[in-house]
């Protein structure tokens, strides 16, 4: 196709039909107009040696003759494409006479930007503003004439779909080709190219002059936006979402956890229990520790499905970008950049990733400032923990406990933020966001279970993979006798090295109401991965029950009497000091790996001192103070 | 001088986060700001990211995603 396309003779010694080009940024309606033009003519094909194809018709009008082409849709002329390259490479050719550039009335701006680079190019050119229906009904009014003077370009207003303006533009295309054929353009003078910056300048300068919006009424989206990301009913908005969104969980999950409790505990549990009766280790192996351990994480399933779909449900809404803009603002005032929100609300879901996801950030003292504060913020997996816990000692009021942990995550981190930037961690420069708002919209059934399902998913491989792994050894350091004269799993396990271990550490605890070896050592098999905290209770309580069985529903009764006597009566108190200490301790190994290969040992050790100390006052504190007021 | 572009990165600086908040600031027309994000994005001045609201359990073994994730 198109064989005349490499002849370089200058058009008005040619003897051939003019070549003219459709040019335009995508989707502005450069195809719909070719059609329109070229009617029965157009022919569609590969462009010679690419894949790209390349609308082409010969047609005449007004006994005029002329081959038009339809360009594949181009930004700007610094092409990012195979299809760019096309439209670059002919666009550069000497053979081709006359550009009609198609501007979208609705998309001026961009499109405008287009022209001013395609002027520089020093071909005639003739300007097709589409879409000028649309941008009316959008309150976007454009003075053709303003805008031709401003351009020094003849502008034809055309509605290809309705075929309004075809016969101006066909008229003013005959009229430019006659034109050039007499010489009577001037191409000898070529525009001084212009920067980018003069580009937008000059563009500004053209719709300030040729263009009116008279839709300055905010619709109510934006509306909406205006109070959903405002500073104070942003914040508030945000809050009220997060505690619907833990209170509903926590209630709508209660009957569902009951039942696989009972499913696990009367159905599962003892015809294994009959079955493994005769080898003592491999029933303490099973029962105690795997079917207690993953059982009771089990149980979490639906707690975990509603908080997911949930979520979802406000992401594909579209209110979380409003959220992420509250959120930047808190960010602003602990002096991080806006691009440090990214990670963090990573965070929300898993630390480890957040680690990694700090390289967004260029400046390396943000990185670091980040990368440390990330541990502070409240991942799935300690989720699981604080609806396990709030469960249990706060009932209806579990959904107002957990949101209150999720402020006091975020209240760390900006102050741990803050607290570096002003000590350790000083100049860091700002680096701004910009977040994008997409429409508002009805959630759709198929993303919001699809994008639940993902999470659901990991949920299970975590329960699956680390968590009884984890369990497999806490058994082994629980069936390995350090004192006494007892066989290999057969210890009891005051005698065993989990004992040891759980009991020299809980002493740490005493001041802080929880120093209680099932939760010292809970805590300790915590820094393999959070829900192993719920995993490890299990299994020590199953441990360490006379008969060596344990109903899982049974659990929550005994973490009460023992809270109880560790804080002397004052449990919500201490079970308050052991939520707060859960989220500021050290998440887990993986997480220190991920700091240790992003910013050293050195920053990564230092970041888990702080994390300990940190979690440590704050419980201490939490429970003293609490211990006077409860 | 008081470019455009000028006034955009000041209106950055001075805290809009959003197209909204940019366009009241600064008084240009939307399609304006638009225009100039897109050609900082292309000069790589800025950069895109999607916001991801969280990650699966377990860091990225089990996720899908994974590569995405740091940039």
């Known amino acids: 196709m198109c064989s005349s396309c490499n002849q370089t003779e200058s058009p008005a010694t040619a003897l051939r039909a003019p070549l003219v080009a459709l040019v335009g940024r995508p989707n502005v309606g450069k195809s719909t107009l070719f059609s329109?033009?070229?009617?029965?003519?157009?022919?569609?094909?590969?462009?010679?040696?690419?894949?790209?194809?390349?609308?082409?018709?010969?047609?005449v009008v007004n006994e005029e003759e002329f081959r038009i082409l339809d360009l594949p849709g181009i930004s700007s002329?610094?092409?990012?494409?195979?299809?760019?390259?096309?439209?670059?490479?002919?666009?550069?050719?000497?053979?081709?006479?006359?550009?009609?550039?198609?501007?979208?009335?609705?998309?001026?701006?961009?499109?405008?930007?287009?022209?001013t680079q395609l002027k520089e190019l020093n071909k005639p050119i003739v300007v097709a503003l589409t879409m000028n229906d649309i941008a009316r009904k959008r309150g976007i009014h454009v003075d053709i004439e303003a805008l031709s003077r401003g351009l020094d370009l003849s502008v034809v207003e055309v509605l290809p779909r309705s075929r309004n303006g075809t016969a101006g533009l066909e008229k003013i295309l005959t009229q430019t080709l006659a034109q050039l054929k007499s010489h009577e353009i001037d191409r000898s003078a070529p525009p001084l190219p212009l920067d980018d910056d003069q580009r937008i300048s000059f563009v500004n300068d053209l719709i300030m002059s040729s263009v009116a919006r008279t839709s300055t009424r905010p619709t109510l989206s934006?509306?909406?936006?205006?109070?959903?990301?405002?500073?104070?009913?942003?914040?508030?908005?945000?809050?009220?979402?997060?505690?619907?969104?833990?209170?509903?969980?926590?209630?709508?999950?209660?009957?569902?956890?009951?039942?696989?409790?009972?499913i696990i505990s009367g159905v599962i549990t003892p015809p294994i229990e009959d079955v493994l009766i005769s080898t003592p280790w491999l029933k303490g192996l099973i029962v105690d520790g795997v079917i207690s351990g993953v059982g009771t994480l089990l149980t979490f399933l639906p707690v975990m499905s509603i908080m997911f779909l949930l979520l979802s449900l406000l992401e594909d809404s579209g209110y979380m970008a409003r959220a992420a803009v509250v959120s930047d603002r808190l960010m602003r005032f602990a002096g991080l950049p806006g691009k440090a929100l990214l990670p963090l609300i990573v965070g929300f879901g898993c630390n480890v990733p957040a680690v990694s996801a700090t390289r967004a950030l260029s400046d390396a003292r943000h990185r670091l400032i980040v990368g440390l504060s990330v541990p502070f913020t409240a991942c799935s997996a300690r989720l699981a923990v604080y609806i396990f816990v709030a469960g249990i000692f706060f009932g209806g009021n579990a959904g107002t406990v957990v949101f209150g942990m999720y402020v006091v995550s975020i209240t760390l981190v900006i102050l741990f933020s803050l607290f570096l930037r002003l000590t350790l961690i000083k100049g860091a420069t700002r680096e701004p966001l910009l977040i994008e708002l997409p429409p508002y919209r009805l959630p759709t059934t198929t993303f919001v279970f699809a994008d639940a399902w993902l999470r659901v998913r990991g949920f299970l491989k975590e329960v699956g993979g680390i968590v009884v792994i984890t369990v497999v050894a806490i058994w082994f350091l629980m069936a390995v006798p350090i004192s006494g004269d007892h066989q290999f799993a057969n210890t009891p396990v005051n005698e065993s090295a989990y004992g040891a271990i759980a009991k020299g550490i809980t002493p740490i605890f005493v001041l802080a109401g929880f120093d209680d070896w099932h939760t010292a050592g809970a805590l300790v098999t915590g820094f393999v991965a959070k829900e192993v905290v719920i995993s490890s209770w299990a299994q020590n309580y199953s441990v360490d029950s006379p008969n060596r069985q344990l109903i899982i529903s049974d659990l929550g009764i005994k973490l009460k009497q023992d809270f109880e006597r560790s804080s002397s009566g004052h449990s919500s108190a201490a079970v308050i000091a052991f939520l707060i200490f859960l989220t500021s301790y050290t998440p887990c190994v993986a997480t220190i790996a991920a700091q240790r290969r992003e910013f050293g040992l050195k920053w990564a050790l230092t970041g888990v001192a702080f994390q300990l100390a940190i979690a440590w006052l704050l419980a201490v504190a939490v429970f003293q103070i609490g211990r006077l007021l409860v | 001088m008081s470019t455009p572009?000028?006034?955009?990165?000041?209106?950055?600086?001075?805290?809009?986060?959003t197209r909204r908040e940019i366009v009241e600031v600064t008084l240009l027309d939307p399609g304006i700001v638009d225009l100039i994000v897109d050609t900082m994005i292309h000069s790589g001045e800025m950069n895109r990211y999607v916001l991801q609201k969280d990650c699966e359990f377990g860091g990225c073994r089990g996720c899908p995603l994974s590569e995405e994730c740091a940039p």
Request: aromatic share 6%.
């Open chain 1, 36 to 59: 329109r033009i070229s009617g029965i003519h157009r022919k569609m094909g590969n462009w010679p040696a690419t894949t790209v194809e390349v609308g082409s018709a010969d047609i």
């Open chain 2, 5 to 17: 572009r000028n006034l955009v990165l000041a209106a950055y600086a001075s805290g809009a986060s």
């Open chain 1, 222 to 262: 934006d509306r909406v936006d205006r109070f959903l990301t405002a500073p104070i009913s942003g914040v508030l908005t945000l809050l009220g979402v997060l505690w619907i969104v833990f209170q509903s969980t926590t209630t709508l999950a209660s009957p569902f956890q009951n039942w696989i409790s009972s």
């Open chain 1, 77 to 115: 002329l610094s092409p990012a494409s195979p299809d760019e390259k096309l439209t670059y490479d002919i666009l550069m050719q000497d053979n081709l006479d006359l550009i009609v550039a198609i501007v979208d009335a609705s998309n001026i701006a961009r499109c405008l930007h287009l022209l």
